[in-house]
Every structure is written in structure tokens, then in C-alpha cells.
């Protein structure tokens, strides 16, 4: 069995940095993709930052690029996000998704998933 588990989420102002971590157990050696997706009360799920397992590719949403980035710890198994200069759209809760399909960038894509850490952005 896959287990995913966010963490670092918390409250921080405009303009500030955030790291998130995704502790991943279980069947890895089957993952194809590993991504971010976040969501916002009232909004539908979204895609943020996508990597092949191997990390060999990386993808990003529009609205993070530039400022967010994907990586993998292979020693403790892990995959951050590390979210620099926060604005207030970027609010939301963010979860973690593997996938053992080939490269997908939408939720429905993803069949394993943590469940979520809130990020929340002040002005």
C-alpha cells in the first residue's frame, strides 16, 4: 500500500516563504509522477507542480511559476515544495499526489493522496 503525509503548511504574510514536505511509504518503486495540488474554499482542486519520480521532468501552473519548485530528497523519500514569494491567491489547501500513470497533470490522474496541509497567505 502507498501512504502520503503533508506537512509544513501554516500562516504567513505576502511576499514570505513557505516549504512543504510529503513524507511517501509504501509501494514508491511504482510511482511515474509525484505532484502538488491545492485548493481554496469554494474552488475546485488544482494542479501546482508536477515531477517524474526519477526526476527527469518538471512541470508548474502558471500562476506558480517562477516562484515555486518541486524536488525530491531521495535518502528520507521525500518530496517538497518550496513556495517563495507568497501572495494571497496562493492560499488554499495543498495536497500531495502520486501517480503510477505516465505524465498527468490533472487530480483525477493521481490515485494516491495525503491529506493536505493548509497554507494560508495574509495581506
Known amino acids: 500500500q502507498v501512504h502520503l503525509a503533508e506537512s509544513g503548511g501554516g500562516l504567513v504574510q505576502a511576499g514570505g516563504s513557505l516549504r512543504l514536505s510529503c513524507a511517501a511509504s509504501?509501494?514508491?518503486?511504482?510511482?511515474?509522477?509525484i505532484g502538488w495540488f491545492r485548493q481554496a474554499p469554494g474552488q475546485e482542486r488544482e494542479f501546482v507542480a508536477t515531477?517524474?519520480?526519477?526526476?527527469?521532468?518538471?512541470n508548474y501552473a502558471r500562476s506558480v511559476k517562477g516562484r515555486f519548485a518541486i524536488s525530491r530528497d531521495d535518502a528520507k523519500n521525500t518530496v517538497y515544495l518550496q513556495m517563495n514569494s507568497l501572495i494571497p491567491e496562493d492560499t488554499g489547501l495543498y495536497y500531495c499526489?502520486?501517480?503510477?500513470?505516465?505524465?498527468?497533470?490533472?487530480?483525477?490522474?493521481?490515485?494516491?493522496w495525503g491529506h493536505g496541509t493548509q497554507v494560508t497567505v495574509s495581506s
Open positions: 499526489a502520486a501517480s503510477t500513470y505516465a505524465w498527468k497533470m490533472q487530480p483525477d490522474w493521481y490515485p494516491y
Open positions: 515531477m517524474t519520480w526519477t526526476g527527469s521532468a518538471f
Open positions: 509504501g509501494r514508491t518503486s511504482s510511482f511515474n509522477t
